[in-house]
């Protein structure tokens, strides 16, 4: 590679790396809520008010929460002390754990290679080499994605993920090793998922490392017992009690297996650079990443388990690096071309498939027509009922609200979200389903429940306020109207 091409290289991945960041950082500005922003904002809330025990974040019950963990315990305790709103807090948290995902992204990198050009490459992979079909979830690193979970917990364990990778890449001394093994366990801490993707990873270097003679070996075991130890004190929740929880979650997760061409067909051009490193190298570090990724995931498809599904980035980001490294590392300069022409391509394809992220960083008004096709409406927030609805108060609402008022301080019945350490979580799900049952005593020829079924409901939970819109409610003496909010969406007393 002539000096004149490497600095021109160099200087566009970095443009367009650094650009991809100022995007994310506009989105932090306005945060859109789509999907668990509401839990975590509720988990913020509940820490605000009580560091040491905080209870349940979604209703109003004495339970452990897998939510509470080394990274929103400290963001809970900023937003008590400085008194900021949980979504100024939310946005604090998301800056930094951009700044881990991108320097842990950058560390991890330079591992791989010594070329300027892979770091900012690296970083443009794993944003923009997925597919054509967006798709948004906490753990993937998609643009699209990233838009919409920026101030999650997995943003920041991921970050995490890539400086254990680079730490533990070099780590040779005692020190670093139990260093790796306590990271190791606050990334599984603060986002399970995530963590097993870091573990696949850790072991991708362990067992690619040349020389790991018993001396290495003793030193990995030491690491690996002091993670345990951590995860066993960890006094918020019990971690190891998460291993009987992967039936109930398999079946939210079954979409992870669906379009799975139009979700990553991008990714291919790194299965390709992974080839060609399997053919100098059997023992890899990115081919036997991906190799133990994509195993899992797959075994998950086939037996069921939709869950392990979440595993998959642990085979994308393997490619995505090892497209990035070709770019940068290979020998002839006529394949250095094919490599960036075919990456290029991809990069501006994948860019455009995930256009409508834009619209969350300079509003949707900005966006001509055929991008603003690809831009989804971001939910309301119910911050509209704390006129009237205190701290702690509980509030009657279905399954889709339950998802964001706790987010105002607020409890609901039943959780908006499968909750594996709440006991009584089914008779509280049965128990909205009842109230909600159309139609109330006395009206003619309309099955449902009767006024006197809600209030023994009511006082079971200590309901103060029921949200509903449509006739779902209405006309039942016992409540009264005191507000109407975005959606239809009607505020009810209860006077019953």
Known sequence: MTGRSAL???ALARAGAALVLLLLVLVVVRLPWIGDLGMHAATLERLRHDLLHPGNPLVDADTPSPYYTPWTVPLGWVAGVTGFSVFTVLRIGAVVALAVLVTGAWRYARTLSARPVVPPLALLCLVLLWGTTEFS???FLGLHSLALTVAYPSVFALGLAFHLWAWLARADGWGSRLGCGLLWAVILLVHQ????VASLGALAVVVGARHAGRRVWARVAGALALGVVVLWAWPYYDFFALFGAGDGMDEVHRSLYRDLWARYWLVLVGVAALVVRW????????VL??????????????TGHWSWGRVLPAAVIPAQLAVA???????????RWVWAGALGVALVVGAWGQAGM?????????????VADKYREPWEGYGWITRWVGYGDVVMAREFPSRRIPATGAYTVAPGYTDFFLDDEGERVGAVRRYFSVGVEGVEGVEGVSGGVRRGIER???????VDRGVGVRGDAGLREVGRGPGGWVLYAVVG
């Not at 834009?358 to 055929?370: C, D, E, F, K, R």
């Not at 079971?460 to 029921?466: E, K, L, T």
Request: proline residues 3%; without cysteine.
């Open 279 to 286: 053919r100098r190298d059997r023992r890899d570090v990115l």
């Open 358 to 370: 834009l619209g969350y960083a300079v509003g949707p008004g900005a966006l001509p027509g055929v």
């Open 137 to 139: 979830w906490s753990g």
């Open 460 to 466: 079971a939970y200590d309901v103060r306020w029921v």
């Open 325 to 335: 490294v070709e770019v940068g590392e290979s020998g002839r300069r006529a394949v």
């Open 8 to 10: 021109t290289r160099t």
């Open 193 to 196: 998922y995530s963590g097993i």
């Open 289 to 302: 990443f991906f190799a133990l990724g994509l195993v899992v995931f797959v075994a998950g498809g086939v």
